[in-house]
């Protein structure tokens, strides 16, 4: 049983334009969402969380968005730079401190993106 | 200082060995996790500690066994491991509260043979 799904395996954008990356969710206990940007034979690296108090959170290029009522979030990159490319995961807790699943985090299948000179 | 540091970055072992991987981290975060992943898929749970504490086992075979001495290092023993449990293992930390973003180490890339 999935409970968070990245439908698109891979986007491939222009430099300059916007990526736009989706991820989906089952759990409707999740409220802690948060996107992930890895580079092979590495760790993930942050890039911004959101709560299920907020539907936007921004930071710099990167805005996330949740819509709770759909169990829908997309990651925004503006504008997009060849550095981008990577694989960027969707993950989500519960996030409540003490609760049998706190501090574990569900990843999507990931999306790889390409972002063309 | 964001970072935290797992030892060693790449190890093979034979199926009878016994070998520890280490992770470090000196954020002051009081939660640590062990996450595996294998090629083309999302890292996925095995262990969580708080507070130097076990709080969460993804039902993880015993021949993986955590260990946290302290409040910044946590370790993971192997022992008899099988070559399907070839994968990154990653190490990861955050703040002690459920909406704090977890930290990711680079990683150790194991292979059993």
């Known amino acids: 049983d999935q409970q968070v799904k990245q439908n698109s395996p891979s986007l491939s954008v222009q430099e300059g334009r916007i990526s736009i990356l989706n991820c989906d969710y089952t759990?409707?206990?999740?409220?802690?969402f948060l996107w992930y940007k890895k580079y092979p034979a590495e760790g993930p690296t942050f890039l911004i969380s959101?709560?299920?108090?907020?539907d936007k959170n921004e930071d710099g290029r990167f805005t996330v968005f949740l819509n709770k009522s759909a169990k829908h979030l997309s990651l925004h990159i503006v504008p997009s730079q060849p550095g981008d490319s990577a694989v960027y995961f969707c993950?989500?807790?519960?996030?409540?401190?003490?609760?049998?699943?706190?501090?574990?985090?569900?990843f999507g299948q990931g999306t790889i993106l390409t972002v063309h000179p | 200082d964001t970072e935290v540091t797992q030892t060693p970055k790449h190890l093979v072992m034979g199926m009878t060995n016994k070998k520890s991987l280490k992770c470090e981290q000196h954020?002051?975060?009081?939660?640590m996790y062990w996450y595996k992943q294998k090629a083309k898929k999302p890292p996925e749970l095995m262990f969580v500690?708080?507070?130097?504490?076990?709080?969460i086992n993804e039902s993880v075979p015993s021949r993986f066994s955590p260990e946290c001495p302290n409040s910044s290092l946590l370790n993971l023993h192997l022992h008899a491991l099988q070559p399907e449990d070839s994968a990154l293992y990653l190490c990861?930390?955050?703040?002690?509260?459920?909406?704090?973003?977890?930290?990711f180490g680079q990683g150790t890339r194991l292979t059993v043979v």
């Open positions: 990861a930390s955050s703040q002690d509260n459920g909406w704090a973003e977890a930290f």
């Open positions: 759990n409707s206990m999740f409220d802690y």
């Open positions: 959101i709560s299920s108090i907020k």
């Open positions: 993950a989500a807790s519960d996030g409540h401190a003490g609760g049998t699943s706190y501090g574990k985090l569900t």
């Open positions: 954020m002051g975060h009081r939660a």
């Open positions: 500690y708080s507070y130097e504490k076990l709080s």
